[in-house]
């Protein structure tokens, strides 16, 4: 046999060797894969449930179908693991997506291990691995802490803000104080359930014992929505002040009419201070238009503090030298540098006179109290006589004056009298004189006619007046000059006080009211010549010029 035909017949025994042996590898019916796996929520805490969604698919090309026995995601750090069986039949371009939840209990990067198991239309395992890295991340509750002015001795709010920064709910939240160096009346404070997202705030107390800076253990426990309980503790510090009671008091009156920047000055009663040289009326004038003035009887009571220390149930007594008003009571407390008020009603309070203001409140954890004292002029009337002028003759006795209001408050109904007596009975013309109505700084002139007796001494003026509808009356006595005097005698006040020297009037009839009828009658057309004279003169001198 030829060299060309031994070749040809090797390579034809070699075809038939190689059909009939078949191929050397297989090649898998199906082909799945693992398209996606997504973590949800994107950054995992301790705690919280995170849930792994993984989308198994079957390839386009792939020749057979797979049916999905069991996906497995597997934890080995904290020897968890999550599995879904019997997903079903995946034909060639079919997909399926598989959530698988797990908790961590530790916090730090990781890499989870996924693991899809299934067989093919012949019975043949189908098997694909992938790893899934995630990073779970510590989150207990964010907490913040606002600590108001400590000082020693004194009650301190300790405001914790708790914020749930995790997709889930946390619950049974207590915070409380671990360690502090004082007393702590409010130590706990609880949530019972705190949203995903959500923030509250609870108060705690503390008491610092020493001045400086000290620090402030909280403890904060909760539950996880996995039903694991976890405990976070926070140090705050905290500066310390000395204990200062510092309260002042201040009148101000209430007008309902003002805007409050045009409000009038502040009558100040500092605490412990010399309070009782002020003070306070009851409306405000220059004494020289009180027409325009406005009354009031109310009056916000203003409490500052001005201590180092909040103050709480305030209670404010006003008296006054004939009665004990009602008390005020002012909410608390009232931080370092602020006030609170309560509005006072003097309408009670007729007379003038010392107000004195008394405050007893709580400071810290120690009771205190201050008091204080103010003339106190109400906005009423006070009419007093001026200028009286006294004369009697032939038994008839004449009284002319003015009577004037010194108060603050207008005068209604103002009528001027002469007492009738054993020795003094009022006649005509003047038994008695209305006035009507007397405004702030004003006066009104007077005039009374009556009788008196030989033996008459002293006779007694009347004036009545009503304020608000109350009627006030005052007396006077005025000396009885004999015959021979002139018309300036001493009389008593008003409200009994002690004599005064009264001036003789300057009304035309006060300057002649000491002299005899015929002297008198000579003196008044005298004084009418003297006015005439000249004005007759100027016109005749206008006739001659013409």
Do not use: W
């Not at 205190?368 to 001026?386: K, N």
């Not at 009298?417 to 002139?445: H, M, N, W």
């Not at 004036?463 to 000059?481: C, F, I, K, L, N």
Request: net charge negative; aromatic share 2%.
């Amino acid at each position: 046999m030829s060299l060309r035909g031994s070749t040809l017949t090797l390579a034809v025994v070699t075809m038939l060797l190689l059909t009939s042996v078949g191929p050397v590898t297989a090649v898998p019916d199906a082909r799945i894969t693992v398209s996606d796996a997504t973590v949800t929520p994107t950054t995992p805490v301790v705690g919280e449930q995170v849930v792994v969604s993984v989308t198994i698919a079957n390839s386009v090309g792939s020749p057979s179908a797979v049916e999905i026995e069991s996906v497995r995601l597997e934890d080995p750090e904290d020897d968890k693991s999550a599995r879904a069986q019997r997903l079903g039949t995946l034909s060639p371009g079919d997909s399926v997506t598989v959530p698988l939840a797990l908790t961590f209990e530790t916090a730090g990067p990781r890499k989870l291990s996924l693991t899809v198991s299934g067989t093919d239309e012949d019975g043949d395992d189908v098997r694909i691995e992938r790893p899934v890295p995630i990073a779970v991340e510590d989150a207990p509750p964010l907490v913040d802490v606002r600590i108001e002015d400590a000082a020693v001795d004194a009650e301190t709010r300790v405001a914790v803000s708790l914020s749930n920064p995790t997709t889930a709910d946390m619950r049974n939240i207590v915070v409380s104080v671990a360690d502090f160096g004082g007393t702590t009346p409010v130590r706990t404070a609880s949530v019972a359930t705190l949203p995903a997202g959500a923030t509250e705030v609870r108060n705690l107390t503390v008491v610092p014992a020493e001045v400086g800076e000290s620090t402030l253990e909280l403890a904060v426990n909760y539950t996880t929505a996995s039903g694991t309980e976890r405990t976070l503790r926070v140090d705050v510090p905290i500066q310390t002040s000395e204990f200062a009671d510092d309260v002042q008091l201040t009148l101000r009156p209430v007008r309902e009419a003002d805007d409050a920047a045009a409000a009038p000055d502040i009558v100040s009663l500092l605490a412990g201070g010399g309070g009782a040289g002020a003070a306070l009326g009851g409306g405000v004038t220059d004494g020289a238009d009180d027409e325009s003035a406005e009354s009031t009887v109310r009056f916000d009571v203003v409490v500052t503090n001005f201590g180092s220390a909040p103050i709480s149930d305030i209670v404010v007594e006003p008296t006054t030298e004939s009665e004990v008003l009602p008390r005020l009571s002012i909410l608390g407390p009232i931080p370092s540098g602020e006030s609170g008020t309560a509005t006072l009603d003097l309408s009670e309070v007729r007379d003038a006179g010392p107000l004195t203001l008394r405050a007893t409140y709580r400071v810290g954890v120690q009771s205190a109290e201050t008091a204080t004292t103010i003339e106190y002029r109400p906005a009423v009337a006070d009419l007093v006589f001026t200028d009286l002028d006294v004369t009697v003759e032939d038994g008839d006795i004449r009284i002319l004056g003015n009577v004037a209001n010194q108060g603050r408050g207008d005068a209604e109904g103002v009528v001027v009298e002469l007492a009738e007596t054993d020795t003094v009975t009022p006649r005509y013309p003047q038994r008695d004189y209305f006035v009507g109505r007397i405004t702030p700084s004003d006066f009104a002139p007077f005039e009374l006619t009556g009788s008196v007796a030989e033996d008459a001494t002293d006779v007694t003026v009347t004036v009545r007046y009503t304020v608000d509808g109350a009627e006030v009356v005052r007396e006077t006595v005025v000396d009885v000059p004999s015959e021979t005097q002139s018309g300036g005698f001493s009389v008593s006040g008003l409200g009994g006080g002690e004599a005064s020297e009264v001036q003789p009037g300057v009304e035309p009839t006060g300057l002649v009211s000491g002299l005899d009828s015929t002297t008198r009658n000579i003196v008044v057309v005298a004084l009418v010549v003297l006015l005439v004279l000249p004005v007759a003169v100027a016109i005749r001198i206008r006739r001659d010029a013409r």
